[in-house]
């Protein structure tokens, strides 16, 4: 029996970051990697992924910081800047999902910020998915058990029923240790087979 829910990961799968950083750490005299490196270190991002902090508190901070670390007076330009750069959306791998959903439906499961809804609407691809499981809106973030336990429920379904699809290995090994199928995602190649070979995907992808 095919899967009925097909879990999908929104940022290294649908979602692209393409501009680099260093321009605007440059031009705000920040050292090369240090807007991501503080964004994401787990004392400033993992508050603001399970709904702790808004997203504009933890932008907040992150700017504080670097403008404290270094010195920098212009930190939350910056930090504006980089908020702002253009994302990609990946057309290709949305159009396998839509071929999948005559037998399964599509899920988006994702780490993310209180500014995800405005995010999807912002790129046009909200109505994408029939149901949205935002970290920062469950209170737990990938790779804990208990978010995919809610996604799982709140979607009802098995572990058994349910696909995912994530480009992180610990979030596919979390999954696959509560018995979902995972596939680590690569490239549109080799999703496709992926998808083809669990039953979900019947057509051709070209």
Known sequence: MAPKVLLVDLDGVIRHWRQPDTPIEIAHGLPTGSIKKAAFASNQLWPAITGQISDKEWRSRVAAYLGATYRVPTAAQAIKQWSE????????VL????????????????????????????????SHFSAVI??????VAKPEAGFFQTAL???????????????TLANVEAAENLGITAHRFVGY???????????VLHEPAL
């Open 85 to 92: 750069q253009p994302v990609e959306v990946d057309q290709r």
């Open 134 to 139: 935002n970290s920062s809106e469950v209170g």
């Open 153 to 167: 429920s709140r979607v009802q379904a098995t572990p058994g029923q349910a696909l995912l699809i994530d480009d």
């Open 95 to 126: 159009s396998l999902l839509r071929l999948c959903e005559s037998v399964a439906r599509i899920v988006l499961v994702t780490n993310a910020t209180s500014r995800l809804a405005s995010d999807l609407q912002s790129m046009g691809i909200a």
């Open 189 to 199: 190649t080799e999703l496709s087979s992926f998808l083809q070979e669990s039953g």
